[in-house]
């Protein structure tokens, strides 16, 4: 499976940005699929997990203000992100949960004034 995430960018606190993540490979459909994020000098975390049924779980840091989605037609992930902090500024990845595949570019995520 290759896994391309974009949508990243440059936004103000408090902004919003929605990141995609296209899969490659027909086990997407069956795996549960994650976001994860790693900010400068901090071991990647992961930020939020969907499963093949679309049950989901946050972590306690972006909870109520970050939302995971999956097309599986699409074999795409999604992370809606609104009320960022700069605390949020990471680079951010897709990948499954646990881990399967290798990680992707990953997409540059920047909440600055």
């Known amino acids: 499976v290759q896994l391309v995430e974009s949508g990243g960018g440059l936004v103000q606190p408090g902004g919003s940005l929605r990141l995609s993540c296209a899969a490659s490979?027909?086990?997407?459909?069956?795996?549960?699929m994650g976001w994860y994020r790693q900010a400068p000098g901090k071991e990647r975390e992961l930020v939020a997990a969907?499963?093949?049924?679309?049950?989901?779980n946050y972590a306690d840091f972006v909870r109520g203000r970050f939302t995971i989605s999956r097309d599986i037609a699409k074999n795409t992930v999604y992370l809606q992100m609104n009320s960022l902090k700069p605390e949020d500024t990471a680079v951010y990845y897709c990948?499954?949960?646990?881990?399967?595949?290798?990680w992707g570019q990953g997409t540059q995520v920047t909440v600055s004034s």
């Open positions: 990948n499954s949960v646990p881990r399967l595949w290798a």
């Open positions: 490979g027909s086990t997407f459909s069956i795996n549960t």
């Open positions: 969907i499963t093949s049924n679309f049950h989901i």
